[in-house]
C-alpha cells in the first residue's frame, strides 16, 4: 500500500502554490473547458449563441492559417509561473536567420510535452531573446481545435494544427517562421520512462519532407528532463494494457500511458508532474537539399541522408550534454523505431 506524503499547509512560500496552480490550470483545460461549455448548455437563454459558436467553430479554419497568436496572452505571468514550476530553460547551440524558415523536431515526446509548452507558447524562458525574429508555432492534433473554449486559448497561444495543409500554410507564410512538431507523437509516449531517451524516429520522415519542400531548415531540439517528470507504470508485458491504449490511438490519433505524478496536495500520488528540471537544447539548423527543376518529390536518397545529418545533430546535442543535465540517466539515448 502506497504512504501518502502529505503537503504541509503552512511554511510553502507563495511562489511555489502560484506555480502549481499554473500548472493544474494547464493540465485541467480540457476537462474545465469541456465542462464549463457543458455547464452553459442548462442556460437555456444562451443556446442561439451556442449554436453560432459550434457552427463557427466547425467553418473556423484559423489552426490550418497560422492561428490567432495574441502576444500579449503569450506574456502572461502564469506562463512564468508554468515554466518556473519545473524549472524549464533554454538552451542555443546556434543563432538562427530571420530571414530564413525552420522546422524544429522536439525530442522527447515525454507524456505530454510540457517542456514544448514551456518553452514554444509563451515567452517564460525567453525564445524571443534568444532568437530575435523567429516566430515559433507549436503544432498539435487538428481534434484538439473542435473542442469549445479550449480551442482558443491554444490560438492564442500561437499552436495550429499538425496536418498537411498548416505546415504549407505555416512555411509560406513568409521568414522568420518556425514550425515546431513533436516528432516521436503518442508511440513514443509509451516509452517515455525516467533516465531513458527513447526515440521513434527511424521511419518518421514526413517532417524532414515537408521541410525539403519549403527549404527550411532542420531544426533538431532535445529536453533533457522530459521523461523524468512522471513514473509510467510499463505496460509492454501487460496485454490489456497495451492492447487498449493501441486501441486507442487508432480511433482517436492518440493515447495516453498509464502513468502518476504528484498531486496538489501530496507529493507522490496524482496527475500533476514531479517537479525536475527540463533543459531544451535547440540544436544547429541543417540545410536540406534542393528540388531539382522539374522534381516534385525528394528522392528517399535525399529523404535518409538528410535524416542521417539531422540525427548525428541530435546525437551531437545530447552527447554534449548528457552529463550536465542527465547525470541520473539509465541508459543513453536510443533510437528505437
Request: no cysteine.
Given at each position: 500500500m502506497i504512504k501518502i506524503q502529505?503537503?504541509?499547509?503552512?511554511?510553502?512560500?507563495?511562489?511555489?502554490?502560484?506555480?502549481?496552480?499554473?500548472v493544474v490550470c494547464w493540465l485541467s483545460l480540457i476537462g474545465g473547458c469541456s465542462l464549463l461549455f457543458t455547464a452553459s448548455l442548462t442556460i437555456t437563454v444562451l443556446w442561439p449563441l451556442h449554436i453560432a459558436y459550434l457552427i463557427y467553430i466547425w467553418m473556423d479554419q484559423s489552426h490550418e492559417n497560422g492561428g490567432r497568436r495574441s502576444e500579449r496572452f503569450r506574456r502572461l505571468r502564469i506562463w512564468h509561473y508554468f515554466a518556473n514550476y519545473f524549472p524549464v530553460s533554454l538552451v542555443k547551440e546556434a543563432d538562427l536567420d530571420p530571414s530564413k524558415n525552420y522546422v524544429f523536431g522536439y525530442h522527447p515526446h515525454g507524456i505530454v510535452s510540457l517542456g514544448a509548452v514551456a518553452n514554444f507558447v509563451s515567452e517564460a524562458t525567453g525564445f524571443s531573446d534568444l532568437f530575435p525574429g523567429i516566430t515559433p508555432f507549436l503544432l498539435t492534433l487538428n481534434s484538439n481545435f473542435r473542442i469549445p473554449f479550449y480551442r482558443d486559448i491554444l490560438l492564442a497561444i500561437g499552436m495550429a494544427s499538425v496536418s498537411r495543409r498548416s505546415c504549407n500554410n505555416l512555411l509560406s507564410s513568409g521568414p522568420?517562421?518556425?514550425?515546431?512538431?513533436?516528432?516521436?507523437?503518442?508511440?513514443?509516449?509509451?516509452?517515455?520512462?525516467?533516465?531513458t531517451a527513447d526515440l521513434v524516429l527511424k521511419k518518421r520522415l514526413g517532417f524532414i519532407r515537408m521541410a525539403i519542400h519549403h527549404q527550411a531548415s532542420l531544426v533538431p531540439t532535445f529536453s533533457f528532463g522530459e521523461n523524468d517528470i512522471y513514473e509510467q507504470i510499463d505496460s509492454s508485458n501487460k496485454g490489456i494494457i497495451l492492447t487498449v491504449q493501441k486501441t486507442v490511438q487508432k480511433i482517436v490519433g492518440f493515447t495516453l500511458p498509464v502513468f502518476y505524478g504528484r498531486g496538489i496536495f501530496n507529493y507522490n500520488v496524482g496527475l500533476v508532474p514531479?517537479?525536475?528540471?527540463?533543459?531544451?537544447?535547440?540544436?544547429?539548423?541543417?540545410?536540406?537539399p534542393k528540388l531539382e527543376p522539374g522534381q516534385t518529390e525528394p528522392t528517399e536518397e535525399q529523404l535518409l541522408s538528410t535524416q542521417a545529418l539531422y540525427i548525428e545533430e541530435l546525437m551531437n546535442?545530447?552527447?554534449?550534454?548528457?552529463?550536465?543535465?542527465a547525470k541520473d540517466r539509465k541508459q543513453d539515448l536510443q533510437i528505437v523505431a
Open positions: 502529505w503537503a504541509p499547509l503552512r511554511g510553502i512560500p507563495l511562489e511555489r502554490r502560484l506555480q502549481t496552480a499554473a522568420g517562421t518556425a514550425i515546431v512538431i513533436v516528432v516521436g507523437g503518442a508511440t513514443e509516449s509509451l516509452k517515455a520512462h525516467p533516465g514531479f517537479r525536475h528540471p527540463i533543459v531544451t537544447v535547440v540544436g544547429k539548423p541543417i540545410p536540406v546535442i545530447y552527447n554534449k550534454y548528457k552529463d550536465i543535465y
